[in-house]
Structures are given as structure tokens and as C-alpha cells.
């Protein structure tokens, strides 16, 4: 089983060259946040599409 640092090394290595530190930065942010939702999904912390309308209607107001 590889650690979490050896997947971020991983994902680095795997962009262009060329990347900025904050292009990187937001690569890891955004990988992170996907791992918690699939995380989430696995754990049953899921909301319906008709609840996820409404805790966004309340914030629209």
C-alpha cells in the first residue's frame, strides 16, 4: 500500500512540466477534496438531488 505522500509525489511527477507552484497547489487541493467526497459517498453521506435544492435554496435567499 503506497502513503498519501507517495500519490501526491506520483500526481506531481505525472503534470507538465511547465506547472506553477500555485497550478500544483490547487492540483492537490482539488484531489483532496474529491477523495473526501468519494469517502463520503462510501460512508452514506450523501444528500438527494431535492435536498441538495433546498439547502441551496436557503443560501440563494
Known amino acids: 500500500m503506497?502513503?498519501?505522500?507517495?500519490n501526491i509525489i506520483e500526481m506531481i511527477k505525472s503534470?507538465?512540466?511547465?506547472?506553477?507552484?500555485?497550478?500544483?497547489?490547487?492540483?492537490?487541493?482539488v484531489r483532496q477534496k474529491i477523495e473526501k467526497g468519494l469517502k463520503d459517498s462510501e460512508e452514506g453521506r450523501l444528500f438527494?438531488?431535492?435536498?441538495?435544492k433546498e439547502r441551496l435554496a436557503?443560501?440563494?435567499k
Open 15 to 29: 503534470l507538465p512540466k511547465d506547472i506553477s507552484m500555485e497550478d500544483i497547489i490547487e492540483a492537490i487541493y
Open 2 to 6: 503506497t502513503t498519501e505522500k507517495e
Open 48 to 52: 438527494t438531488h431535492e435536498q441538495a
Open 58 to 60: 436557503k443560501w440563494l
